[in-house]
């Protein structure tokens, strides 16, 4: 059959996530916005924004509840072990800012220190976070695993996985955080606890991609669903 | 006894006119700490809360500000502004009066800061923000008099709580200052009289003559009014017979949306081209202002309006009332029957419009109160933490400010009166660290606390913020609809309705019907269209729940063998309702199921109340959602909810079970949408979230997203949170108003009748083209979620797989 879409891989939905073949690269999508590539062992998130609420309390004294590192981090920790990925990459805007990244609080480094323990930890630079972080792993502007290639955003390069845009998508009234893919191209949900979102019909995404889009949800389940 | 001087006694006299008791008694009382003055609209009341000031002003001796007038309108400061000068100019008197709104130019007020005038006319806002400045203490030194215009109406809301608390601040900067209140007729007006003194001072009422009775009645019309709905498009040639019948007709609707629909239908019928206008809160200033003059220049014939008119500008000569949809509270159909016959002494003429066959019951209801002087109010609990917040935080702004005489001058606030230490402690801490069981905010507090003990804000620049972030008025996130091409803004709508927009589509606006083109930075972008017919522009407008007492009265009929009382087709509506099902009593909760349209329903007849039948449906849905049953949705409203859901429920009666709907709501709570909005509310006022932002106003959706995040983690983490505990307090009240559920609980006592019928029941009928269907977000969306994903997949070519 031809198909200009990437297509579900029957034989191995699991309960909630959804697998898929993007650039001939397995690929499953997690109900929680990270993607799994099981042929690699590799996990990846993007945009957690770490410290976005210390960032907005040291801009403007507004003091949001500082517990969305913790949220983020459980989250995170949830589908390490799930998936046991060798390789973990954090796909750019992991930290609001650089100075958030240099006042995370001593338990949370220690906890992120406890994820890395045995992993290949690679921290994409992203807008908010362009050097390097003073933590495990290591920094790079892009990389590339299998036929894919991963960078914070979106070029105009073939077989790329990126963030950045925090898509959302809506289906009957409800519009929850989605991945956005068409056959060359796929855009990952923002991960991290405190993040708004892109509504998947505006012009900067959708100028992205050629042709035929699809959407994944998140929620209780990642549900595909192609966009009109 | 304080006599007129010559030159006030002249004035009057030329006018013809002669000084009211309740304006000499205000005179003689002028020396009271805190007086209140209740009178119908149209009796001097304004010129009665003035002329203290305008005696003692009248020897040009006094420097700087003498005397605040605030109320709850812009519009009504200018009207104000226009009316006092006026006998001023004519007598020659050496007062200067300025107004001071939002809508006042910034050097415009700069210049008041720097050289206040004698009498100042504002709104609780804008004296808020006035006390937020570094130069408070110079603006308000000399302050002898406030005058609280329409405080009935303030008192009701957090507006109230705000404007007392600013008070407090302007007592302490002008020890000297009397308080006056300006009040319509109230249920209860010592409570009022007891928020406007600085506790615990005592008030003094004065009553003026509350003039004949009104003359009231619900309009006849040859056509039914329909089943459902609230059009009332029925009643249009009716209504527009009597437009022409009067010199000037005010036709109020409780809503925007519904005032929008009527206002298109009037003038597809109004084949004489009567001058009608309308105007409500969500119209464009300039188009607002235009009607407004038009009005006063007595060039309308009749206006469509909500609630926007409700307060006491003064139109001219309004002749008639007509209020369309049950009035829902009698207190308020009362005010608005004082509008008519803005004369002392000549009785209101007013009309009642049901706009469906429920409605016809509850406007007989209504009209028997107001026939007894029965009026409803709902008892107000202790002053809110959130507006507390940012009372601190406005103190902060204006300068370092001690925490014990802070207190101090809280608890001279009625409504605060006895708000503990610890209490205020919470609210302090709130806002110096953010009060997170987490003390995540060592280095970034916003309030420090200074050697000499003074509590300041870390980052003076935060003041900017604070201001722009004052007030406590809860506005939907709004789009501004503007004709492409074209920078004059029609209006605003929701930015939920603006979501569900397509190009092409058509709505109401201003009385004309648009279509929707594109959404172009966070403006609607619109064209003209003239030939379909609309889709509703749902502006929320406000939502009244049906009063307590309106509710029990509408109970008490249904007792009645029949309805003499009542419209034959009503009578025989509720007739039938008897016969086939039954109807329901006051001590009895009444649940009915049956199938329609592949679908399985329940309606569930509680007379709580729009908001608490709501919080109902949320608690009932919930738990079916626990027991698998799939609900898909619910509509509530005064006086039923109707659950719809894909799985038959034999046995409903136990979802109505007493313990279960308590013990349902402390799960509840944690996590739904009702809870979530009530959240945000106290979090933007205490100065969590933000309004304004300095710079480009952040688009509404990223906000509600982001506080329902907050709301998520806080009862994850922090569920003790002092946000997480006024949210609580105020789910007892206001939208979730779970007291009201308590209230139905116990007069019901666990006793339920359960009827299962194979077909919708007369009484249930309205309820199906209700607006505001709630979707319930579980496993039954999800169901329909998946087949609709399945359709676009198969759709696409890609089912198979």
Known sequence: MSLDLPYGLPQEQSMNAYSFLFCQTRCTALPSGALHLPDHDVLCVSDLHLGKSERIARRSGVMLPPYEVVETLQKLETDIAATNPDHIICLGDSFDDLDAAISLNEDMRLWLARLQAGKTWVWIEGNHDPGPVDMGGTHKADITVGTLTFRHIATNATAEVSGHYHPKHRVTGRSRPAFLCDTQRLIMPAYGAYTGGLASHAPELRKLFNGRIMAILTGHKAIPVPIT | ?801
């Not at chain 2, 007006?189 to 003026?208: F, R, S, T, V």
């Not at chain 2, 309308?278 to 006063?296: D, F, K, P």
């Not at chain 2, 648009?514 to 017919?533: C, H």
């Not at chain 2, 309702?577 to 909760?589: F, G, M």
Request: hydrophobic residues 40%; charged residues 25%.
């Open chain 2, 1 to 801: 006894m304080t006599t007129l001087p010559p030159k006030f006694e002249t004035w009057f006299a030329t006018r013809g006119w002669a000084i009211h008791p309740h304006q000499q008694a205000m005179l003689n009382q002028a020396d009271a700490p805190a007086l209140m003055l209740i009178a119908p609209t149209g009796g001097g009341k304004t010129l009665a809360g003035f002329l203290p000031s305008l005696l003692e002003l009248s020897d040009g001796q006094h420097d700087g500000l003498h005397t605040l007038y605030v109320s709850p309108l812009k519009a009504l400061a200018a009207d104000i502004k226009r009316n006092l000068r006026t006998p001023v100019a004519e007598m020659d008197l050496p007062i200067r009066i300025e107004d001071r709104t939002g809508d006042t130019s910034y050097t415009q007020k700069r210049r008041q800061r720097a050289d206040p005038p004698h009498i100042l006319l504002t709104t609780p806002e804008s004296l808020a923000l006035l006390t937020s400045y570094e130069d408070a203490p110079h603006i308000f030194k000399g302050l002898q008099r406030i005058i609280v215009d329409e405080i009935h109406a303030l008192a009701e809301s957090k507006r109230g709580d705000q404007l007392m608390l600013a008070l407090s601040r302007l007592q302490t900067l002008a020890p000297n200052l009397r308080r006056v209140g300006l009040s319509a007729t109230v249920e209860d007006p010592d409570a009022i009289a007891a928020e406007l003194a600085c506790h615990p001072d005592p008030c003094a009422i004065i009553n003026a003559d509350p003039g004949p009775d009104p003359d009231i009645s619900m309009l006849i019309t040859q056509e039914k009014p329909p089943w459902t709905g609230g059009g009332a498009k029925y009643a249009i040639p009716a209504v527009l017979e009597q437009v022409k019948n009067h010199k000037t007709t005010l036709i109020f609707h409780n809503t925007r949306a519904q005032a929008e629909i009527f206002f298109h239908n009037l003038w597809l019928a109004n084949i004489d081209d009567l001058p009608i206008g309308i105007h409500h809160g969500s119209l464009a200033r300039e188009q607002r202002e235009r009607v407004e003059a038009a009005m006063v220049a007595g060039e309308l014939r009749a206006i469509v309006c909500t609630g926007s008119l409700d307060l006491g500008i003064d139109w001219g000569d309004v002749d008639l009332v007509v209020q369309v949809g049950a009035p829902k509270n009698v207190k308020r159909l009362v005010q608005r029957i004082g509008r008519a016959n803005h004369r002392y002494n000549a009785p209101s003429k007013a009309l009642l419009v049901p706009a469906n066959r429920f409605e016809v019951v509850e406007c007989v209801a209504a009209l028997e109160a107001v026939k007894e002087h029965d009026l409803d109010g709902d008892r107000k609990g202790p002053g809110p933490r959130d507006v507390l917040c940012q009372h601190i935080l406005i103190t902060a702004c204006a300068g370092p400010f001690d925490a014990d005489q802070l207190y101090q001058e809280i608890k001279t606030v009625g409504a605060y009166r006895t708000l503990s230490r610890a209490a205020f402690d919470d609210c302090l801490d709130f806002c110096a660290t953010g009060g997170y069981a987490l003390r995540a905010y060592d280095k970034w507090k916003r309030l420090l606390q200074t050697a000499d003990g003074l509590w300041q804000l870390r980052d003076p620049r935060a003041a900017q913020r604070i201001r722009m972030n004052i007030g406590t008025i809860q506005d939907t996130d709004t789009l501004k609809v503007r004709m492409k091409g074209n920078f004059k803004a029609l209006g605003e709508v929701e930015e939920a309705f603006a979501a569900t927009l397509t190009p092409g589509d058509t709505f109401l606006i201003g009385g004309q019907v648009v279509r929707y083109e594109n959404l172009k930075e966070m403006t609607v972008e619109v064209s003209r269209r003239g030939d379909k017919t609309p889709k509703i522009a749902t502006f929320m407008g406000t939502k009244f729940a049906n009063s307590t007492q309106l509710s029990q009265r509408i109970l008490r009929m249904f007792e009645q063998p029949n309805w003499p009382e009542l419209p034959a087709h009503t009578a025989e509506w509720l007739g039938l309702q008897r016969r086939v099902s039954k109807l329901p009593e006051a001590d009895r909760i009444l649940v009915e199921n049956f199938p329609h349209e592949g679908r399985h329903h329940i309606c569930v007849y509680g007379f709580a109340g729009r908001n608490a039948m709501q919080t109902l449906g949320m608690l009932v849905t919930q738990r079916m959602e626990e027991l698998n049953l799939h609900p898909l949705g619910f509509v509530a409203t005064d006086y039923a909810t109707l659950i719809w859901g894909l799985d038959p429920i034999d046995d409903p009666a136990p979802l109505f079970k007493p313990d279960n709907i308590r013990a349902d709501f402390e799960t509840w709570l944690s996590g739904n949408a009702v809870m979530k909005k009530t959240f945000r509310g106290a979090a933007t006022i205490a100065g969590l979230i933000e309004r304004n932002l300095p710079q480009a106003r952040k688009s509404g959706r990223q906000a509600t997203f982001s506080s329902d995040i907050l709301y998520d983690t806080l009862a994850k983490y922090d569920p003790d949170h002092l946000m997480m505990r006024i949210t609580r307090e105020e789910a007892m009240r206001g939208l979730v108003d779970f007291g009201r559920i308590e209230e139905m609980l116990s007069r019901t006592a666990g006793r339920i009748d359960h009827i299962a019928l194979d077909r919708v029941t007369p009484l249930s009928l309205p309820m199906f083209l209700e607006q505001g269907r709630i979707a319930v977000a579980g496993a039954g969306q999800d169901r329909i979620l998946e087949e609709e994903a399945a359709r676009l997949m198969h759709e696409a070519g890609v089912g198979s797989l």
